[in-house]
């Protein structure tokens, strides 16, 4: 599955038969040939003579991408980045892993370093201005923890101390679905979980992937199951003349690894839960 398909949809060859190009395959499938748009080889041919991707990724956010006691990058997004270069170049090893800071994610990309970011990237439209995503590969949401064992729903949490990032989009939510909370505004995840630890707060508003992390870690916080909203996650690439291509190829391999069940599967060995619509 995948292997075939994507060599198709990205242009080259098929891997068994030799004799079948990718605008012949892409014709089949009722898509149009990528040769009819100007500039979209570019970028997949620089790619294809380099022989592997080179990929921005997270290594301190546990689950999407983290580095383990031995120093290895592992996580969902560092498996994503490996099945992704396994489908487009036939190898999980033809990938560079680049590590970014959040602040550092779209500059690297337009700057040319990276062929694309995988970096838990939400999907806003001010940052559609600035590089085109894929569709989405996980959709996640702002949640609570808290390591009280009372509390296990938004409703236990009425009058009592709840942190959240300063400027957070959770503030607007609370206060429209727990109007009886009182907010603390914290800098960082840090500075919240302090306050955690020390019983300042009672819980803590944040995203629902770190907070996942946070509680793999120590056992003794609980993410609760209400969920406050939900945000996709998506691939960043580069808006250039040349990036299409390689956007069309994401693109597909990421739709058969939703059919396929694959995405479904690593979010489970991650204990990932995607983002269903906000609890009433």
Do not use: C
């Not at 038969?17 to 970028?43: K, N, Q």
């Not at 300063?166 to 505004?185: E, N, Q, T």
């Amino acid at each position: 599955m995948g292997m075939g398909l994507l060599r198709r949809i990205v242009g080259l060859r098929w891997v068994r038969t030799g004799v079948m190009t990718g605008t012949i395959a892409m014709a089949t499938l009722g898509l149009t040939p990528l040769s009819r748009f100007p500039g979209y080889a570019t970028e997949w041919a620089a790619i294809e003579a380099r022989g592997k991707l080179i990929v921005a990724v997270k290594d301190n956010t546990r689950p999407l991408g983290f580095r383990d006691p031995d120093g290895m990058l592992r996580g969902f997004e560092i498996d994503l980045a490996r099945q992704l270069a396994l489908m487009l170049l036939g190898s999980d090893t033809a990938v560079e892993l680049v590590p970014v800071s959040n602040s550092d994610r779209l500059d690297i990309l337009n700057r040319g370093e990276v062929d694309f970011v995988l970096a838990g990237l939400t999907v806003t439209p001010m940052r559609s201005r600035r590089v085109y995503f894929t569709r989405p590969y996980h959709f996640d949401s702002t949640s609570l923890i808290t390591r009280q064992p009372s509390i296990t729903q938004l409703a236990d949490l009425r009058g009592q101390r709840v942190a959240l990032l300063r400027g957070s989009s959770a503030i607007a939510v609370l206060r429209h679905r727990a109007p009886d909370v009182i907010l603390v505004g914290v800098e960082s995840y840090q500075a919240a979980m302090q306050l955690l630890a020390a019983g300042e707060v009672a819980a803590f508003a944040g995203d629902r992937t770190i907070l996942t992390g946070w509680s793999q870690i120590y056992p003794e916080y609980r993410v609760l199951d209400h969920q406050l909203s939900s945000e996709p996650l998506g691939v960043a690439i580069a808006k250039t003349a040349n990036s299409g291509r390689l956007l069309v190829a994401l693109n597909q391999a990421l739709r058969e690894l939703d059919q396929s069940g694959w995405l479904a599967e690593h979010r489970a060995i991650w204990g990932l839960t995607p983002a269903a619509p906000p609890t009433p």
